[in-house]
């Protein structure tokens, strides 16, 4: 459990230079949305699957509700920063 738990907290620590990057300059160039649309994706199934189970690991599942946190924060600023970039 506690493994799971240091997992999910270096997870969202990977993503905050991505997040700092992109709102301190405002420049989404080089960010696929679709890498974090399917990442999206891949977490709410595996919450899915999660949910069917008896007694889920804590671990993943901070792990999935940082996770999602993270792609739809990243998915935010790539619409709102495209369309601010692209009326320059």
Request: charged fraction near 10%; glycine fraction near 6%; include cysteine.
């Amino acid at each position: 459990m506690i493994f799971g738990i240091l997992y999910a907290i270096c997870f969202f620590i990977c993503y905050i230079p991505q997040i700092y990057k992109t709102v301190k300059y405002k420049n989404v160039e080089g960010l696929s949305f679709s890498m974090f649309l399917l990442s999206l994706f891949g977490y709410i199934f595996l919450g899915l699957n999660l949910w069917s189970k008896k007694d889920p690991d804590p671990g993943i599942i901070a792990n999935i509700v940082i996770g999602m946190t993270c792609c739809i924060t990243i998915m935010i600023y790539i619409i709102k920063y495209r369309s601010i970039n692209s009326n320059r």
